[in-house]
């Protein structure tokens, strides 16, 4: 009810006012994701809120403090960070209007991703994820069983999770969906891949190199996350490791 009365007083020129300005927040937001200079903005913004709470409670002392701080530290992380936040602005400069709601559908589906391998790296579960790019994936799917459904995480746990034929082979995953799972990829011949590197990170690696899909391979032996895209391989990456190349790589 209290929100239809603010709605009631707001004139269409207020929405569009506060549309612009997430905009603007979520395209920052974005841009500098992954970086350093993301804590350092998220740790001036709590700054900023107890500076406010400081003014409104009347707190002297508190206000002089964060006047001073605000006056000097602001022009010593700008200094300190103008590689980040000169990156970040670039990209945001680069960004598409509409690109920012397919990141937040990309965002939604990392989530997902992430918290499915952390549940399985717990466990030591074994898993295989590939995410499916620009190169389609459709010759390695017709070795698997066909799932076609919305990605979530007590499916991909459970795919993996259960004894049944699907557990040892890959998930594929396009535009938020299982398309299969139970896939078997080529394994990789490299010579420099780690000693302990099985059967599930060869083909993790194999299909990286002859596809641009994103691949997560979590071992059964350590619980251990690996990623490979490309020539690129991230080995034992955290869940926050993780969650920040999904983002970049899927986003490219």
């Given amino acids: 009810m209290v929100l239809i009365e603010v709605l009631r007083f707001m004139a269409w020129t207020d929405v569009l006012d506060v549309f612009v300005v997430f905009l603007i927040f979520y395209g920052i937001y974005l841009s500098i994701r992954g970086t ?16 406010g709470v400081g003014e409104v409670l009347n707190l002297r002392m508190l206000n002089v403090l964060f006047a001073r701080f605000l006056d000097v530290g602001l022009i010593f992380v700008i200094i300190l960070f103008q590689p980040e936040l000169r990156s970040g602005f670039t990209n945001l400069g680069r960004r598409r209007f509409w690109a920012l709601f397919e990141d937040l559908e ?4 990392i989530n997902r991703i992430v918290c499915s391998c952390q549940k399985l790296s717990r ?14 994936l459709k ?7 066909e ?7 007590d499916l991909l746990t ?8 699907l557990h040892d082979g890959a998930v594929v995953i396009k ?43 979590v071992s059964e032996e ?16 955290g869940v926050d490791e993780l969650e920040d190349l999904l983002y970049t790589y899927l986003n490219q």
């Fill in 158 to 165: 459970t795919i993996f999770m259960s004894k049944g034929p």
């Fill in 175 to 217: 535009d938020n969906k299982i398309l299969g799972a139970g896939c078997v990829f080529p394994l990789s011949d490299r010579t420099d891949l780690p000693s302990n590197f099985g059967t599930r990170h060869r083909a993790a690696v194999g299909i990286a190199e002859e596809t641009d899909a994103v691949v997560i391979s």
């Fill in 36 to 51: 350093r200079a993301l804590q350092i903005m998220l740790g001036l913004g709590l700054f900023v809120v107890f500076r």
């Fill in 139 to 145: 010759s390695y799917l017709d070795t698997g069983t």
């Fill in 123 to 136: 466990r030591e579960v074994g898993a295989l994820i590939a995410i499916e790019r620009d190169v389609g």
């Fill in 147 to 153: 799932i076609d459904s919305l990605v979530t995480t």
């Fill in 106 to 109: 990309s965002e939604e589906l």
């Fill in 222 to 237: 350590t619980g251990s996350i690996t990623l490979a895209h490309k020539r690129d391989l991230h080995v034992d990456v």
